[in-house]
């Protein structure tokens, strides 16, 4: 792998650890919207980073969950759980930074935050392998 790739893995991985990080600091503040925004993110980038081992990218977000679906969801790579927890992630991201009139409970959003970090951590180890296999 590229050593270029590689870079690219490790920012938007980091990235997606920041969100995670951002969450939990806007969950604590009671800014629930602004958390489901920053759990959809810190999905996001974890899968456009795991996205790149096979060298394939989107500039939609549509595009990136298209690809994620048809490159690791179908071929069992990942759970299908956890594409149904971006997808929802996906689509609350959207009501709460677009819709009117949307606050999401507290109570509601909360558990939100460990699945999120549980699939970021599944990406995170079959990134690592990747990587330490293309050594």
Known sequence: MKEEIRTF????MERSRESLEEAEIL??????????????????????????IKNYSSSKHS??????EQYFVKTGD?????????????????????ADLVRFD??????WFDETKKFVEVIEE????????DK
């Not at 893995?9 to 938007?12: A, C, E, G, K, L």
């Open 9 to 12: 893995i490790n920012y938007r």
């Open 63 to 68: 595009g990136i969950k298209a690809l994620f």
């Open 27 to 52: 969950l604590e503040k009671g800014y629930t919207n602004t958390f489901v925004n920053r759990l959809y993110y810190a999905c996001f980038y974890s899968v456009s980073a795991l996205l790149l």
């Open 106 to 111: 507290v109570n509601e959003v909360r558990p």
């Open 78 to 98: 990942i759970a299908k759980d956890y594409a149904a927890l971006y997808n929802k992630l996906y689509r609350n991201r959207q009501k709460g930074d677009y």
């Open 126 to 133: 079959i990134l690592k392998k990747k990587l330490e296999d």
